[in-house]
């Protein structure tokens, strides 16, 4: 064999067991993305079924050709990890891992940055279709408006257990295109939930660069996000309530997020708001100006409104629906659905909108930075006093705070009380009382967190007859009475009419004078009486619920 047949020969070869290799060779997961908190660089991620090198390729158009590199395995299950650095903030990059698949993705913005939008969602957890439907349309929306292909938080419980089956089969769905492409696009980053369990294989596939256990933080543009791990002690005095402490008083950024699982404020109806975060996190938050919490944990949206601050719960993202109670503390909204975050800083204020997988808007509020809020004024309206009609010993009463308002913005919520006890949400409410007096308080909340309250009485009478009276004049056994008298006696509570009747028998048969209907304690008759006559007297008073009548007095009428 000659030398150049030789040649041809090992080539041949080469270039068969190269293509064998490919061949046999598949993709298992990714490729994806992870932001580390460089706005220079972009984690790009992917795992085979072979133990092999890759080239990965990236630029700024799909020549990719600003760079290339070949990509070894790191660990023990053909992952490969690279990052694709020595890039310009806030510029978007094409990348190719070669045979593969391929992506895209926008560096952070520039620390000077006064403006970003980004996106969030969380509990993906156990149905890869619904996820589906939900990433779609956060793909729809950088489609139409490409400055949100930036990051993703995700709010925690990304899948149902911590299993390198339920990795594959609920979050990398090879199968499932939106996802696919989503992680290829931008990058999440997230919190571990308690279907996280102890986070092996969360680590595995999602190796942040943490503090330590599952907490760290990082910058984006304007915005500084803390990532809270509440699977570790976090009280005071804990090493990671004392990184925390230091990280917030540290960074300069205008705009503060907080995101872990388990929220302080949600709307029950699946787990029970947490009570440390309220007890240790929230005094944090508050000194430090944190202006956005971020949870999951309840399977809905909701918000509340704490000192100022908003407390979102976003737990729509693929796993089975809670139903939200709009009752709970501090809560201005909630929603029962699949949905995701839009979040647009632009300089002095933040844009909320949440958004349902159809497109459809949850709501929509701002916050502003600089601006002195001021509150709503409470008018829970006039006091009331009912009368139990149908003797059931309670009577429904219209609460109505309609007159209420907000100076500079709109109210929210209103949540009618008595005691600790909420009777109603709503501006007008109907609400059934117990015979007897109640203090009712109605507190309302404007859409920046402000409150107000203002209170009213309602008094709920027994249906009674009418109270007892006396008759005045003439007095009983009077002698010498004008043939013309005027009759008067005490008025008569709870009375609607009066009636008189005159006789000259003490039975008050044959009455001179029989008048029904009167409406005051007072009545002067036409009736010319007869002289020298001893009379006979009695008022009876009546309501709608019965009638009291006084004793009989009796007079004598002068010649």
Not at 249 to 256: D, G, L, R, V
Not at 374 to 389: E, I, M, R, S
Request: contains cysteine.
């Amino acid at each position: 064999m000659n030398t150049k047949t030789f040649g041809r020969t090992v080539g041949a070869l080469l270039l068969f067991f190269a293509c064998s290799t490919s061949a046999l060779a598949a993709i298992k997961k990714g490729p994806y993305l992870v932001y580390e908190g460089q706005n220079t660089s972009m984690d790009v991620l992917w795992q085979t079924d072979v133990t092999e090198s890759n080239v990965i390729r990236w630029g700024t158009d799909t020549s990719y050709g600003l760079g290339q590199a070949t990509s070894v395995e790191y660990g023990t299950d053909h992952q490969h990890k690279f990052a694709v650095a020595g890039l310009q903030p806030g510029t978007k990059y094409y990348y190719q891992v070669d045979g593969y698949g391929s992506g895209s993705f926008r560096t952070a913005p520039a620390s000077s940055a006064s403006s970003v939008k980004i996106l969030a969602f969380g509990d993906t957890r156990t149905y890869p279709a619904d996820q589906e439907k939900v990433v779609a349309r956060m793909r729809a929306v950088y489609a139409a408006d490409p400055a949100y292909q930036t990051l993703s938080l995700h709010s925690g419980d990304w899948v149902a257990g911590d299993t390198e089956t339920d990795w594959t089969g609920q979050w990398f769905v090879n199968t499932n295109p939106q996802m696919h492409a989503f992680q290829a696009e931008v990058p999440i980053d997230g919190v571990r939930g308690n279907h996280e369990g102890a986070g092996v294989y969360f680590k595995k596939y999602y190796p942040y660069p943490y503090a330590s256990d599952f907490y760290w933080s990082y910058d984006y543009g304007p915005v500084h996000v803390a990532v809270i791990d509440q699977y570790v002690t976090y009280t005071p005095g804990s090493a990671e309530y004392n990184w925390l402490v230091n990280d917030l008083a540290s960074t300069t950024k205008p705009w503060k997020i907080v995101t872990f699982h388990e929220p302080g404020w949600s709307a029950g109806g699946g787990h029970a708001d947490n009570t440390t975060v309220q007890t240790y996190l929230q005094p944090l938050f508050k000194q430090y100006g944190v202006d956005l919490v971020v949870n999951g944990h309840n399977h809905y949206y909701s918000r509340a409104v704490v000192d100022g601050m908003q407390h979102i719960t976003t737990g729509g993202g693929g796993a089975p629906l809670y139903t939200p109670d709009p009752t709970y503390p501090n809560i201005v909204a909630t929603d029962q659905s699949h949905h995701y975050l839009e979040l647009d800083f632009q300089n002095a204020t933040l844009t909320l909108t949440a958004r349902r997988y159809d497109g459809s808007v949850i709501e929509t509020f701002n916050v502003t930075h600089g601006a002195t809020n001021l509150p709503p004024v409470a008018n829970a309206g006039p006091d009331q006093t009912v009368v139990d009609a149908d003797r059931n010993g309670v009577e429904s009463v219209i609460l109505d705070g309609s007159a209420s308002y907000d100076p500079d913005g709109a109210i929210s919520t209103y949540r009618w009380d008595e005691g600790s006890s909420t009777l109603a949400t709503g501006a007008t409410a109907a609400v059934d009382f117990a015979t007897g007096t109640h203090n009712v308080s109605l507190t309302v909340t404007d859409n920046q967190g402000a409150t107000a309250t203002d209170s009213a009485v309602v008094t709920v009478q027994a249906a009674a007859a009418p109270g007892a009276f006396t008759l005045l004049s003439p007095a009983n056994g009077k002698g010498q009475v004008s043939r013309t008298p005027s009759f008067d006696w005490s008025d008569s509570a709870g009375a609607s009419t009066y009636a008189i009747v005159v006789s000259t028998h003490s039975d008050l048969s044959l009455p001179v004078i029989n008048q029904a209907g009167l409406s005051s304690s007072s009545f002067t008759s036409g009736v010319t009486l007869a002289s020298k006559t001893t009379h006979y007297w009695k008022v009876t008073a009546t309501n709608a619920y019965g009638s009291t009548s006084s004793p009989v007095f009796s007079f004598t009428t002068k010649r």
